[in-house]
């Protein structure tokens, strides 16, 4: 069953297991947008890669906390129109609509809330070291929205990788009925409701959420204990229903990078992924669930605003920030 289950992963990612570069395309259109730059917006934009910034990360509104990089307000419509082009590049076809559907709920929300703290224009991009160097980095961030890509001699890594929705669904105005992550939501809440009795005294962890990830925004995360269900304590539906789960995620991620991330779960094994849950097993109240592996973590949140507010994050237990593919690049160095 775990073989078949990986073989139906590999049919949807295709052959290719290894390769961890971005393309040549990706990079260009990075070239293109920074090229585009003033020597004012440069000075925004580029970082030393050693900067504190690069590991900092945060997805609240700009209001509540400043963030490294250029904002879109800052750009003219050329440089709008390449940087569009860049998070295209850089995201699967459904991660960049995912993208888009998220920036447009600011607009949601400033009808709702008023301007002061809304402001889709308020994403920032940042680089970090020289592009195409063997060290070096870049990174998307905003309300809802943080994705963090490190390249180290030519291999990528790109977590975190952070989406948020508020509301998770729109209930009112021009939206009206729009759920970004409703498939990330609707697959567990199938998956939970699905176990019998003695499964969900293991995977549910008590009866309401902590309100939040558990995780929260640190740079470095270990694995959360209580860990929850183990994989081969669920039917063959309900491992599939799982395995589906980490698709969805994988799913808005360039397609190299989601194949290598699949490539290590199959190479640490299925069966050593544990599912959690805690709060209720509908959407009329708080509800949060993990999904951990040896490698990853997958966390899932939504609790505030009367559980009409998401927050989903992938993290990487030795390789946030591309710190796997750092540790193997000094350690090389040091046998030359």
Same mark, same amino acid.
């Given at each position: 069953?775990?073989?078949?289950?990986?073989?139906?992963?590999?049919?949807?990612?295709?052959?290719?297991?290894?390769?961890?570069?971005?393309?040549?395309?990706?990079?260009?259109?990075?070239?293109?947008?920074?090229?585009?730059?003033?020597?004012?917006q440069?000075?925004?934009?580029f970082?030393?890669?050693?900067?504190?910034?690069?590991?900092?990360?945060?997805?609240?509104?700009?209001?509540?906390?400043?963030?490294?990089?250029?904002?879109?307000?800052?750009m003219?419509?050329?440089?709008r129109?390449?940087?569009?082009?860049?998070?295209h590049? #850089?995201?699967?076809?459904?991660?960049?609509?995912?993208?888009q559907?998220?920036?447009?709920?600011?607009?949601?929300l400033?009808?709702?809330?008023?301007p002061?703290?809304?402001?889709?224009?308020?994403y920032?991009?940042?680089v970090f070291?020289?592009?195409?160097?063997?060290?070096?980095? #870049?990174?998307?961030?905003?309300?809802h929205?943080?994705?963090n890509f490190?390249?180290?001699d030519?291999?990528?890594?790109c977590?975190? #990788?952070?989406?948020? =929705?508020?509301? =998770?669904?729109?209930?009112?105005?021009?939206?009206?009925?729009?759920?970004?992550?409703?498939?990330?939501?609707?697959?567990?809440?199938a998956l939970?409701?699905?176990?019998?009795?003695q499964?969900?005294?293991v995977?549910?962890?008590?009866?309401?959420?902590?309100?939040?990830?558990?995780?929260?925004?640190?740079?470095e995360?270990?694995?959360?204990?209580?860990?929850?269900?183990?994989?081969?304590?669920?039917?063959?539906?309900?491992?599939?229903?799982?395995?589906?789960?980490?698709?969805?995620?994988?799913a808005?991620?360039?397609?190299?990078?989601?194949?290598? &991330?699949?490539?290590?779960?199959?190479?640490?094994?299925?069966?050593?992924?544990?599912?959690?849950w805690t709060g209720?097993?509908?959407?009329?109240?708080?509800?949060?669930? &993990?999904?951990?592996?040896?490698?990853?973590?997958?966390?899932?949140?939504n609790?505030?605003?009367n559980?009409?507010?998401?927050?989903?994050? #992938?993290?990487?237990?030795?390789?946030?920030?591309?710190r796997?593919?750092?540790?193997?690049?000094?350690?090389a160095?040091?046998?030359?």
């Amino acid at each position: 069953m775990l073989r078949l289950l990986s073989l139906c992963m590999l049919l949807f990612l295709g052959k290719n297991l290894t390769a961890q570069a971005p393309s040549e395309h990706s990079v260009k259109t990075l070239r293109q947008f920074t090229s585009s730059l003033d020597e004012d917006q440069k000075a925004k934009v580029f970082y030393p890669f050693e900067n504190v910034e690069r590991l900092d990360w945060n997805i609240l509104p700009v209001a509540d906390k400043a963030r490294p990089g250029l904002a879109i307000k800052a750009m003219n419509e050329k440089q709008r129109k390449l940087l569009e082009k860049v998070l295209h590049s #850089w995201c699967s076809e459904l991660g960049y609509l995912k993208l888009q559907q998220i920036v447009a709920l600011e607009n949601v929300l400033r009808e709702m809330e008023g301007p002061a703290r809304r402001d889709p224009d308020q994403y920032c991009i940042a680089v970090f070291g020289n592009l195409g160097s063997e060290l070096w980095g #870049w990174k998307f961030e905003g309300h809802h929205i943080s994705l963090n890509f490190t390249i180290v001699d030519g291999k990528i890594a790109c977590e975190p #990788w952070f989406f948020g =929705a508020n509301p =998770a669904e729109v209930r009112q105005g021009v939206q009206k009925g729009t759920r970004v992550l409703a498939k990330e939501e609707d697959l567990a809440l199938a998956l939970v409701n699905g176990l019998d009795e003695q499964q969900r005294k293991v995977a549910i962890l008590k009866p309401k959420t902590d309100n939040e990830i558990a995780t929260r925004d640190v740079s470095e995360i270990k694995p959360i204990e209580p860990s929850g269900l183990d994989f081969g304590l669920l039917n063959s539906v309900q491992q599939k229903q799982l395995v589906e789960i980490i698709h969805t995620y994988l799913a808005s991620m360039p397609d190299d990078l989601a194949k290598a &991330r699949h490539a290590l779960i199959d190479k640490n094994g299925f069966q050593n992924l544990t599912f959690a849950w805690t709060g209720t097993l509908d959407r009329s109240s708080g509800h949060y669930y &993990r999904i951990q592996g040896p490698s990853f973590l997958i966390e899932f949140d939504n609790s505030q605003n009367n559980a009409n507010h998401i927050h989903a994050v #992938w993290r990487d237990f030795k390789g946030d920030f591309g710190r796997d593919l750092l540790r193997e690049h000094y350690q090389a160095m040091h046998k030359e």
